[in-house]
């Protein structure tokens, strides 16, 4: 089996138009009762949709009862060959005409159907995929060593297989096909997105990219920043005392720019904060800075060598600090997040067909190395020309937490900008295409900012009614958590702690002075200047890494 799939034959439709004519006659054919969910889902187990697919299929149907808000449903359990793993709910009664596709996250590698329970409950029919492997044997990439068919359906096959066998079974059960099919996911589901937009424009209507894992600015970053913080001896140079001082000057510095103190950074691109500003006085002095310590922080900023050749600042956002931890420190005697990543992706990933003894993010040479990541980030990559998914009238929505400390907001910023060249400039782009920044929010939710947003409403009320989304409402409450942990139901039912209104980038909400803060309507529209830069001194070199070593002069 090649490691890619055409696109469905021409003659599709009429193929889902006999599938659901067939299922009307099995259904018609029981005289003792009516049709319903139990009788439809057992007579989809008997299709072969292999055609449609291009693919092996095997498929598995069952009811389910209605639970809670989410209502009686078909469940269908399918696998397209090689291991693509997808379920599909199909909701009867009640089913509100559409669909909607969601992404998996991290390596993905099983299925999580909490993804879907939330539009769900709002009468959708629901997809989602296992990414194209099983986590079960490899959880550490190790699926993908030496096989590209997999590594292709990771990259992009798996939600456009997802999108066309949903969209047969949609006919196949209802006997007509979505009014319209949307698409949402966040990290690596945000990677999925912007790449259905640009590989497989027709396979949806509507697509919500968060914080998208970038196929050639992600993984660098993780390995940059890890060889900044470590040092000649193999130590962290920053640990989370540093970490939190950091935050703290950051604040000092920044916070009071959006017209509010609330511990929310609000503009951090335009944030002058240098960690120079906590040097210490004397060696030994506490609640500073050394010397190798602000040269590691400022690297982390500053992140690697721009791959295009350009001077982009591709490194973490100012007001991300208190997160770094968990990204840069290991826990329980296990290596830190970024390492983790950092030398799977190299072995399995990107070194192939035999990585170098001992690969891992302190080896990467960042003059030799980054062409090695070329053919992982082709296969799993996107374009910032989204020209086609234009011309269909497709809409994006994009977003991104300023605080995220996984996956950076600077790249999305980056994505941005050169979506911007390829796609007409900023008047054209925006006609299909709308990005956010959420200020104090961490990697697809979470963090001292509101990150709870009702994208999927604004998504429909543009596909369906043109209506652009020129200002969103973000909350938080007791129960806010990252989307990738649980999509959250819409309206928020919990109490509330803060609401702020998002608008798209590059406007930046801040607060008037007058009325309630947790009002949105306390908050006006403003349009910053250029990005300011990060000082830099002569005596640090940024261009390549030192492990935290002295700086060359």
């Given amino acids: 089996m090649s490691g890619s799939v055409a696109s469905p034959a021409p003659h599709l439709r009429n193929v889902l138009l006999a599938l659901a004519a067939g299922l009307l006659l099995a259904q018609a054919a029981d005289a003792q009762s009516e049709p319903s969910v139990r009788d439809g889902c057992a007579v989809l187990a008997a299709f072969d949709f292999s055609e449609p697919l291009g693919a092996a299929v095997e498929l598995q149907a069952e009811s389910l009862e209605a639970v809670g808000d989410l209502p009686a449903r078909c469940r269908v359990s399918a696998r397209v060959a090689p291991e693509v793993g997808i379920e599909v709910w199909l909701p009867e009664p009640g089913w509100n005409g559409k669909l909607l596709v969601a992404g998996c996250y991290g390596l993905c590698g099983s299925i999580r159907a909490d993804q879907m329970e939330d539009a769900a409950a709002r009468g959708y029919a629901t997809a989602t995929t296992n990414g194209g492997h099983s986590d079960r044997e490899y959880p550490d990439s190790r699926w993908a060593w030496n096989n590209p068919p997999l590594e292709t359906d990771f990259g992009h096959r798996a939600v456009h297989v997802t999108a066309v066998l949903a969209k047969a079974l949609v006919v196949a059960f209802y006997g007509s096909p979505a009014t319209q099919a949307y698409f949402r996911g966040c990290s690596t589901g945000g990677r999925q997105a912007l790449v259905a937009a ?300 803060m609401r702020r209104p998002l608008f798209p980038y590059p406007e930046v909400a801040r607060y008037s002075g007058v009325g309630d803060p947790r009002d949105p309507s306390s908050f006006v529209r403003a349009r910053p200047g250029k990005p300011a830069r990060l000082p830099r001194a002569d005596s640090v070199d940024v261009s390549r890494p030192d492990t935290g070593r002295e700086s060359r002069p």
């Fill in 198 to 497: 640009g590989r497989y424009p027709e396979d949806f209507d509507g697509i919500i990219a968060g914080a998208p894992f970038h196929q050639t600015l992600s993984v660098p970053h993780m390995i940059w920043a890890v060889q900044a913080n470590t040092s000649a001896d193999g130590r962290p140079l920053l640990r989370t005392k540093e970490f939190r001082l950091m935050h703290e000057a950051a604040l000092a510095t920044c916070d009071a720019d959006d017209g509010l103190l609330d511990g929310i950074i609000g503009d951090p691109q335009h944030c002058g904060f240098d960690p120079q500003v906590l040097a210490c006085a004397e060696p030994g002095q506490g609640d500073c800075l050394q010397p190798a310590q602000i040269a590691a922080a400022r690297r982390i900023y500053a992140g690697p060598p721009d791959p295009a050749g350009g001077s982009a600042v591709l490194g973490a956002a100012v007001g991300s600090e208190p997160a770094w931890a968990q990204q840069l420190l290991g826990r329980d005697g296990r290596p830190p997040f970024f390492h983790t990543v950092g030398q799977n992706w190299m072995r399995y990933h990107a070194f192939e067909p035999d990585p170098p003894q001992g690969a891992g993010p302190l080896t990467f040479d960042f003059e030799r190395d980054p062409a090695r990541l070329a053919a992982a980030a082709a296969r799993a990559g996107f374009s910032p020309d989204l020209t086609r998914f234009a011309a269909r009238d497709g809409r994006l929505i994009l977003h991104h937490g300023w605080a995220d400390e996984s996956l950076q907001p600077s790249h999305t910023l980056h994505f941005w900008r050169q979506a911007l060249l390829a796609n007409g400039g900023e008047e054209r782009l925006h006609r299909f295409a709308r990005l956010f920044m959420l200020p104090g929010v961490g990697h697809c939710g979470g963090g001292a900012g509101a990150g709870d947003v009702d994208y999927l409403s604004a998504l429909e009320r543009w596909v369906e009614q043109d209506e652009a989304p020129d200002m969103l409402i973000a909350a938080r409450t007791a129960e806010s958590v990252p989307a990738t942990e649980r999509q959250q139901r819409f309206p928020l039912t919990a109490e509330l702690q």
